[in-house]
């Protein structure tokens, strides 16, 4: 179940301070994913100087698409090589483009070499999104490349000691000779959640099982599942591309989805070799999977598409912010901890959202929190609305892990970061043109990516991309 909508967010926005009062900030950004280089550039708007550091070789976060996957393919060896992309070959979006932008840099068709000019482009097209971003509003300067945050903490009044390194260091040496320590004003956390892989370990013999397991996150291409028995876990975007995907190869492909309508489970229809199925009941060392709708399958491989762990391994911040049962906080509307805003905000937590234009509204929140011009609440009220909010999902009967799940409120949400801020909230074609794609999802799951019905939508997007495009 989703959670509730909060009551505040009905409130109206603080005063806005004077602007002779604003100041300028040193501000670290951890990541230079998409909401890195989006946070980059509204703070360098707002006046503040920024540092990015990223540890891959390019911008572009998970959007950096690498072949290789990690030495553990269940990524839970602590010890692993890790790698950062959980991006498959096959990968498109599952959003049309024009949703998809942050509002004055559209996310358009464009000419040249390797551009993929399809409305639901593939991962490729979305990095070159970002690249040309980046670009164009010259981030590339103040971003530090193959360079790990490996301490962010509170230092001396209100300071933050960031501690970086080169991100080939060997981990092994003790001493920190390579790395170098820097003082910041404000730090805002950008490195993503899709890294550290969620399993699903409480399902009875799975850690016992002696067949093949692995996470999504390290999934690339489906040769590897050739002519065997394959069962999947899990009922998200990843899951269902995932499925389809190896399903090309595989013998078979038993897909287990807890929140499937019990009329849904058998054969999945225009499938020959799939089927949907309840909760698995149990495992066994001889290759059985016990469902439970009382079926049975012997399996060769169990992928899990069971989700991440959000993780801040640098972050130290005297136990003012945690991770518990995948909820981040304390955090005031996702963004900042109230003992520490506006100095230490997160980018990028809320899920099931379109997550371009958030980034732009949440740091242009926080960027106008730091330089004054946008006045947060007290402490107090800040921590009082944000225990308002976790009560309320615990009424509602919402689990912890879906303190971030936005899917039934993001636009509310997104209108009330753009309140605060003083500017237009969501255009009305972007909601409609994302329930439009949702229903279309719905109804033609094999082909919505090629199929639609909504040109009137596209058209309306247009003419607001012409007020800013050259």
């Not at 959003?95 to 932008?101: A, D, K, N, Y």
Request: with cysteine.
């Amino acid at each position: 179940m989703p959670p509730p909508i909060n009551s505040i967010l009905r409130q109206p926005p603080p005063p806005l301070p004077l602007m002779s009062s604003l100041t300028t900030r040193h501000v670290a950004v951890i990541g230079a994913g998409a909401a890195g280089l989006i946070a980059a550039r509204e703070l360098r708007r707002e006046g503040h100087h920024v540092v990015v550091f990223e540890r891959g070789e390019q911008v572009g976060g998970t959007w950096v698409y690498t072949p290789e996957s990690e030495s553990d393919p269940l990524g839970v060896d602590p010890k692993r090589r890790v790698v950062h992309s959980s991006l498959y070959d096959s990968l498109r979006t599952n959003l049309p483009r024009e949703c998809m932008g942050v509002r004055d840099y559209p996310f358009e068709r464009r000419e040249g070499k390797d551009r993929d000019p399809r409305r639901f482009p593939g991962h490729r097209e979305v990095l070159m999104y970002l690249q040309d971003f980046a670009a164009d509003f010259g981030i590339g300067e103040v971003v530090r490349l193959q360079t790990e945050v490996v301490i962010a903490g509170l230092g001396e009044e209100g300071k933050w000691r960031v501690r970086s390194r080169p991100s080939n260091h060997n981990r092994m040496r003790s001493d920190d000779c390579d790395c170098v320590d820097e003082i910041y004003d404000a730090v805002v956390v950008c490195n993503g959640h899709y890294v550290q892989p969620r399993i699903a370990d409480n399902i009875p013999g799975i850690t016992a099982w002696r067949g093949k397991q692995m996470h999504s996150h390290n999934y690339r291409t489906p040769e590897p599942f050739q002519d065997q028995v394959i069962v999947l876990i899990g009922g998200a975007a990843s899951a269902v591309d995932i499925s389809r995907d190896i399903a090309t190869v595989a013998k078979e492909v038993h897909i287990v989805d807890r929140s499937l309508n019990e009329n849904a489970i058998g054969k999945l229809p225009g499938h020959d070799n799939m089927w949907l199925h309840s909760m698995i009941d149990s495992v066994h060392q001889d290759g059985r999977v016990i469902f439970k709708d009382g079926d049975t399958v012997g399996a060769e491989i169990i992928v899990h598409c069971t989700g991440y762990k959000y993780d801040f391994p640098f972050l130290e911040t005297n136990g003012e912010v945690s991770v518990d049962e995948n909820r981040v906080g304390p955090l005031y509307k996702h963004v900042f901890p109230p003992a520490l805003a506006p100095w230490l905000s997160f980018v990028g937590l809320p899920w099931k959202v379109v997550p371009f234009p958030m980034f732009e509204l949440q740091t242009k929140w926080i960027a106008g929190a730091l330089s004054n011009r946008l006045a947060l609440p007290s402490k107090e009220e800040m921590t009082q609305d944000t225990e308002a909010f976790y009560s309320s999902l615990e009424a509602s009967g919402t689990p912890k892990r879906y303190t971030h799940n936005m899917a039934n409120y993001q636009w509310d949400y997104d209108n009330w970061i753009a309140d605060q801020c003083g500017i237009p909230g969501i255009e009305e074609w972007r909601v409609e043109m994302y329930k439009f794609a949702s229903k279309n999802k719905r109804l033609r799951p094999e082909s919505y990516r090629d199929e639609w019905d909504d040109d009137e939508l596209v058209l309306e997007a247009q003419r607001d991309f012409s007020k800013y495009l050259n």
